[in-house]
């Protein structure tokens, strides 16, 4: 598949992506990785009119350790994460996590930043970015500002970004222990079922992806967990579990319960 055509502008600087954008509206799109953007442009479920390239703008593709948090910018690659020393030791389990994505050629293109602003329901990276309690730093014409992971995901393939604002980096804070655990499906390695699980003293922090149309906290395993894993029975409680040609909700419900004890235990 071919395509519709497009106009494409290189910008040099985030001011000037952001400018663009301000400029052209709904009639642009941003370009990291293109992991996203373009299989969908070649099916034609997306038509930008320009598309926006910011893949090369200086500071956007570095991971950088400053005192109790791990900063990845949001032109990074998976494999750029993956091989990262400063992930490895510091945030293992983002390690955990990009290990499960995609293959070689998507891992060594797709980038952190194009995935979370894709919002992609079964993604990898959301689920980890929630258990961290990571913020997602954003700039627009109004200027910086950073959104709490909570508050970013809004729907299926929608956030909290402004039409003019693009990702710049994502904050975590240094997580000592944590597991990221998915079941995938094996032709694309989505996520069926993602789940990452952060331990903080003696509780935990829980999140989920592919089970419904947002990513999301599982407060409720939370609240219930005691040092025991059959709070994982609260797994799906409160949400709208999915139904696709994967697998449908009954059975997406039950392996959610089955993958955050799996989490648990690890």
């Known amino acids: 598949m071919i395509p519709a055509k497009f106009d494409y502008i290189k910008a040099s600087s985030i001011s000037e992506a952001v400018n663009l954008l301000d400029k052209h509206g709904y009639d642009a799109k941003i370009l990291s990785g293109g992991q996203s953007l373009l299989p969908a442009m070649k099916l034609r479920l997306n038509r930008p009119e320009i598309v926006i390239d910011i893949h090369g703008i200086p500071g956007m593709d570095t991971i950088e350790e400053t005192g109790d948090e791990v900063i990845i910018g949001a032109n990074c690659t998976h494999t750029q994460i993956l091989n990262s020393e400063v992930v490895y030791k510091n945030l293992n389990i983002m390690h955990q996590a ?9 891992r ?9 602003a894709h919002a992609d329901p079964s993604a990898d990276y959301p ?3 929630l258990a961290c309690e990571a913020n997602i730093e954003v700039e627009g014409k109004n200027g910086k500002r950073s959104i709490a992971a909570t508050e970013f995901f809004e729907g299926i ?10 990702i710049t980096a994502v904050r975590f804070p240094k997580i000592a222990h944590g597991t990221y655990l998915k079941f995938y499906q094996s032709a694309s390695r989505f996520a069926v079922v993602g ?5 903080e003293g003696s509780g935990v922090k829980v999140g989920i992806t592919g089970v419904a149309d947002t990513p999301y906290r599982a407060t409720e395993v939370e609240k219930a967990y005691n040092g ?3 709070a994982a029975e609260h797994a799906v409680d409160g949400v709208e579990v999915m139904s696709d040609h994967f697998a449908d909700s009954e059975y997406r419900a039950h392996l959610a319960k089955v993958m955050v004890k799996r989490a648990l235990e690890a």
């Open 98 to 106: 990009v290990q499960t994505l995609g293959d070689v050629q998507v």
């Open 108 to 116: 060594n293109r797709g980038t952190i930043g194009g995935s979370l």
């Open 127 to 129: 689920a980890v970015v």
């Open 157 to 166: 393939f929608t956030t909290a970004l402004e039409d003019d604002e693009i």
């Open 195 to 199: 789940v990452a699980v952060v331990h």
């Open 228 to 230: 025991n894993s059959d």
